[in-house]
T-cell receptor
Framework: GDSVTQMEGPVTLSEEAFLTINCTYT??????LFWYVQYPGEGLQLLLK?????DKGSNKGFEATYRKETTSFHLEKGSVQVSDSAVYFC???????????FGAGTRLTVKP | GAGVSQTPSNKVTEKGKYVELRCDPI?????LYWYRQSLGQGPEFLIY????????DSGLPNDRFFAVRPEGSVSTLKIQRTERGDSAVYLC??????????????FGPGTRLTVL
């Protein structure tokens, strides 16, 4: 079945460092891809999404490009801030399914 | 506007007891989802409602788990004869999906269930 694999954490960076969190997927159909973020003490929030190949989702300085050839949707940010400390989840949802499949999550800690 | 709300925020129960977890979706959202998130894992799908009907309950782990949405709005997840392995955060999400392309799911804060 459809699944998502994302890089294991935790990831610890200094402020203004470059961030990459890898995410690859397996799907038989044509999924939409998502990054959700969970800040401490809060619920899951959509960070960005892409609905077809070569689409780039972006929000709050984060970007991810839907790469069908490598079945990837890596999350990047050029300069992280302390406020970006959170758990990040890669997810997919297929046209033929009714659920969202999530990766295990990657905990990011940004130190001043 | 109000987001998805879930009550209670925390529930501690004893093994073998029955529990009900409630979800109030965003007003007007026809689709409602339940997920379970174990420590250190991503959310796992349990059940999906479109309106009042359970359109997909393939994620329910066994027949101790049941969910209803009688009026197409509020949903209740019911767990009978709870086991320690049921301890997790139960998440509810809603969306305006009416079929076709998946839309953004809006998540509630979750109910943390602890079975002693």
């Amino acid at each position: 079945g459809d699944s998502v694999t994302q890089m294991e954490g935790p990831v610890t960076l200094s402020e203004e460092a470059f961030l990459t969190i890898n995410c690859t997927y397996t799907a038989t159909g044509y999924p939409s891809l998502f990054w959700y973020v969970q800040y401490p003490g809060e619920g899951l929030q959509l960070l960005l999404k892409a609905t077809k190949a070569d689409d780039k989702g972006s929000n709050k300085g984060f970007e991810a490009t839907y790469r069908k050839e490598t079945t990837s949707f890596h999350l990047e940010k050029g300069s992280v801030q302390v406020s970006d400390s959170a758990v990040y989840f890669c997810a997919l949802s297929d046209l033929l399914s009714n659920d969202m499949r999530f990766g295990a999550g990657t905990r990011l800690t940004v130190k001043p | 506007g109000a987001g998805v709300s879930q009550t209670p925020s925390n529930k501690v129960t004893e093994k073998g007891k029955y529990v009900e977890l409630r979800c109030d979706p965003i007003s007007g959202h026809t689709a409602l989802y339940w997920y379970r998130q174990s420590l250190g894992q991503g959310p796992e799908f349990l059940i999906y409602f479109q309106g009042t009907g359970a359109a997909d309950d393939s994620g329910l782990p066994n027949d101790r788990f049941f969910a209803v949405r009688p009026e197409g709005s509020v949903s209740t997840l019911k767990i009978q004869r709870t086991e320690r392995g049921d301890s997790a955060v139960y998440l509810c999400a809603s969306s305006s999906k009416t079929g076709g392309a998946p839309n953004e799911q809006f998540f509630g804060p979750g109910t943390r269930l602890t079975v002693l």
